[in-house]
């Protein structure tokens, strides 16, 4: 491990469905934590969080900006029946964000959005990024990696993010207590991703997609974003039919 862990906080003790956690000050990666754990859970969850990470990651390896403790960072360890269920943790996860930001003000709620197929913004900027990663040797483990700018000041970002990141503290103008937004964002996932209902999940999950019907451009495709199947594949609409895509980076090619 590389340091030890500040004491357990009080808030997580109470979650029932939480088998262990561990708070840093500072670490690299809580996802790469998480890899390294000896013992995985069998029904509940384990959470690692650090108030700042050194090495955060994001899709394909990208830095991702987490050394500020005005943010929260967190990595998920969730039992699942078969890594293809991956998208139902991504799916819950995201929900559970938009539903724990949309709390703070309900005139804010159609400026939360789903950006497919894992990042959360508001209004045109993002403001929580995730990460689903599996574990080598253990296919009924999924991490899910979780970063949301709660009170990062627009200085605090990197000069290549100030016009495409957004904080809690920037749009709404007030800091917040991260802790009751870090258990609401936990009690959400939880149900969302235990519900026995998940075409209702995921009809809450297409609602909430960021430009649904706008033209948009995956890898050399163009085309109209139509939706996301419940497999979690972006279907697009193009000049030689339908397509889906299970991966890849969406642009939009109008404001």
Known sequence: ???????????IKNLHFVENYFCFEEIGSTNNFAKELKS??????????A????????????SFFSNDSGGLWIS?????????DHFIHNRALSLAVCE???SINPQINEKIKIKWPNDIYWGDRKIAGILL???????NVIIAGLGLNVNITPDSFPAKLRQSATSVLIETGEILSQ?????RILIAYRRFSQESDQYSVHEQYVENLYKKGRRALIDHYEGTFL???????LKMQTARGGRVFSSGTLRFLES
Do not use: Y
């Not at 491990?1 to 808030?11: A, K, W």
């Not at 995985?40 to 969080?49: A, D, E, Q, V």
């Not at 802790?179 to 258990?183: A, G």
């Not at 939706?227 to 594949?233: A, H, M, P, S």
């Open 100 to 102: 724990t930001l949309k």
């Open 51 to 62: 108030l700042k990470q050194s090495g955060g990651r994001g899709r394909r390896d990208k």
């Open 133 to 139: 990663e599996n574990i080598h040797n253990n296919p």
């Open 1 to 11: 491990m590389p340091q030890t862990p500040l004491s357990e906080r009080r808030e």
């Open 227 to 233: 939706t996301v199947e419940q497999d979690g594949r």
């Open 179 to 183: 802790d009751p937004l870090f258990e």
């Open 40 to 49: 995985f859970p069998s029904s509940g969850l384990i959470i690692i969080r």
């Open 76 to 84: 998920i360890v969730t039992p699942v029946e078969s890594i293809s």
